[in-house]
């Protein structure tokens, strides 16, 4: 549910950002299933229209070019709402990566700020149904801000990205 994994935060995060990196810098969006969400699809493909240091790749990924993926990044962002175990963020820590990710749900059973940059958060109610997620339920709306900051620190301060990624 593309509500919940929240693509568009991240995108806003990172062209907040960007004037304040110090080298080049790229954002990849993984996502699957674009086509069956052509809404936000479409709202993606206008907000990285004029930004070519944005990457978008929407299908399947065999494992192999998953894990490619995974290893040729230098950290990985997820501002999603809500997260059940959060395994593409453990699969990347377990890679030594550092990891950006919203302090809420599931990844905070293995993400601490020693070992990744947890991002604020203010909870909300959900205002309609989101696939299976009915209106009512509580999600988390990631500062986008600080997450930028995150990202500036990362791309900016290779020691502490690298000290965060060992940990």
Same mark, same amino acid.
């Given at each position: ?19 304040? #990196? ?5 954002? +990849?969006?993984? *996502? ?7 809404? *936000? ?14 990457? +978008? ?6 494992? @192999?070019? *998953? =894990?490619?993926? #995974? ?6 962002? $997820? ?5 059940? #175990? ?20 599931? =990844?905070?059973? #293995?993400?601490?700020?020693?070992? $990744? ?5 203010? *909870? ?31 791309? =900016?301060? @290779? ?7 060992? =940990?």
């Amino acid at each position: 549910v593309p509500e919940r994994k929240n693509p568009m935060a991240t995108i806003e995060a990172y062209q907040r950002a960007r004037p304040d #990196f110090r080298g080049k810098t790229r954002l +990849v969006v993984k *996502l699957i299933n674009g086509d069956r969400e052509s809404e *936000l699809l479409s709202r993606l493909r206008r907000a990285v229209a004029d930004d070519d240091s944005i990457i +978008v790749i929407d299908r399947y990924l065999h494992r @192999p070019e *998953l =894990n490619a993926l #995974f290893n040729s990044v230098d950290a990985c962002v $997820s501002l999603h709402r809500a997260e059940g #175990f959060g395994l593409t963020l453990a699969e990347s820590m377990c890679l030594g990566k550092p990891v950006i990710a919203t302090g809420w749900s599931g =990844n905070m059973d #293995f993400m601490t700020p020693w070992n $990744s940059v947890p991002v604020p958060y203010k *909870l909300v109610q959900i205002e309609r149904d989101h696939g299976p997620y009915p209106a009512g339920q509580w999600w988390a709306d990631p500062d986008p801000d600080a997450a930028a900051a995150a990202m500036i620190r990362i791309a =900016n301060e @290779p020691e502490y990205a690298a000290e965060l990624g060992s =940990n």
